[in-house]
């Protein structure tokens, strides 16, 4: 590749858009504000950072963005499912998310809860309709994602979340639970490449899947800090939100400099599971500092 991965983001980040704008029924098709509601809650904005990972992971393992596409457009779709729950009064409650109004505060509540159901089978419908990817591929990636998204991945992990309001956790069941609510999607995200790669080295999937479990804890400890640390203009979400509803975070937990070491601590690991794999995951260095440096 001749360019850095950071000069194809504007790329990607359009081509990604623009899937997800053609997965997503029209708002004027009925029932349209059902639509409308989740258009609202994909096309908001967003750093896109785990489609750019199953991009980045895609040039690593040499496979074609036409492919990447169904992969990234999935689990976007998800992603943006989750944060809509996230924001429910039920769950974290929250007026602001992407610098604008929550579903829920845009539109309703039953409106929000309908699009966000609505998103999660769109996801699989968009992977099961997968085009020109190896034999097998399809079920393996609903297979991966569907276990990210569940009960011991996304779903089980704000679970433990929630339940951990105002208790102390252990550093491991902390990671654990990171690890499900934000690290299996951004797992899944970099795995999901190896299923649409057609010769991919056992050492390259092996060091992929250890990278994708220590980039996801970093990146929770990394929003953790932001929310303590962060402007609410600039991180475009509440910021303190995490205290002020006694959240189990890292930085409550053991404070700021012990958050920001572990994170420089996971991010060594992951540049070191990189390291094993070459020249061809620069993309995914360069994500990773991007993970455990950026300011929103
Ligand atoms: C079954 C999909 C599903 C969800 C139900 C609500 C829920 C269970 C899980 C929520 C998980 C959650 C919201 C984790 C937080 C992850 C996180 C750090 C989100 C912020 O991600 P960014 O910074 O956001 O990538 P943008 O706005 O840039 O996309």
């Known amino acids: 590749m001749p360019h850095a991965f950071?000069?194809?983001?504007?790329?990607?980040?359009?081509?990604?858009?623009?899937?997800?704008?053609?997965?997503?029924?029209?708002?004027?098709?009925?029932?349209?504000?059902l639509h409308d509601a989740m258009?609202?809650?994909?096309?908001?904005?967003?750093?896109?950072?785990?489609?750019?990972?199953v991009y980045a992971a895609g040039e690593c393992l040499s496979v074609e963005p036409e492919l990447l596409d169904t992969p990234a457009v999935a689990i976007e779709l998800i992603h943006a499912f989750?944060?809509?729950?996230?924001d429910l009064p039920a769950m974290d409650d929250d007026d602001l998310r992407r610098g604008k109004p929550t579903v829920h505060k845009q539109y309703d509540e039953a409106t929000a809860i309908l699009a966000a159901d609505a998103l999660q089978p769109l996801a699989f419908l968009v992977l099961a309709n997968v085009d020109g990817a190896p034999d097998g591929a399809a079920i393996e990636l609903v297979r991966l994602i569907t276990a990210a998204c569940g009960s011991i991945g996304m779903t089980g992990g704000?679970?433990?979340?929630?339940?951990?309001?105002?208790?102390a956790l252990s550093t491991d069941e902390l990671e654990h639970m990171y690890a499900l609510k934000t690290g299996a999607l951004i797992h899944a995200s970099i795995v999901s490449a190896c299923f649409l790669s057609n010769n991919l080295?056992?050492?390259?999937?092996?060091?992929?899947d250890r990278f994708g479990r220590s980039i996801g804890i970093a990146f929770q400890i990394k929003d953790d800090i932001l929310d303590v640390e962060g402007e609410t203009e600039v991180i475009g979400k509440p910021a303190g939100s995490d205290a002020s509803l006694n959240k189990a975070t890292y930085p409550a937990l053991f404070g700021v400099a012990a958050s920001r070491a572990r994170c420089?601590?996971?991010?060594?690991?992951?540049?070191?599971?990189l390291s094993q794999i070459g020249a061809s995951?620069?993309?995914?260095?360069?994500?990773?500092?991007?993970?455990?440096e950026r300011g929103q």
């Open 264 to 273: 420089d601590e996971l991010l060594a690991e992951a540049l070191d599971d």
């Open 82 to 86: 989750s944060l809509v729950h996230d």
């Open 39 to 53: 258009r609202y809650a994909v096309l908001n904005g967003g750093k896109r950072v785990r489609p750019l990972l």
């Open 6 to 33: 950071k000069d194809r983001i504007a790329a990607y980040t359009a081509r990604v858009n623009a899937g997800l704008d053609a997965a997503l029924p029209l708002a004027t098709r009925n029932p349209q504000r």
């Open 201 to 208: 080295p056992a050492g390259n999937a092996a060091a992929l």
């Open 281 to 292: 995951a620069a993309p995914l260095e360069w994500l990773a500092r991007y993970i455990v």
């Open 158 to 167: 704000q679970s433990i979340d929630l339940a951990a309001e105002g208790t």
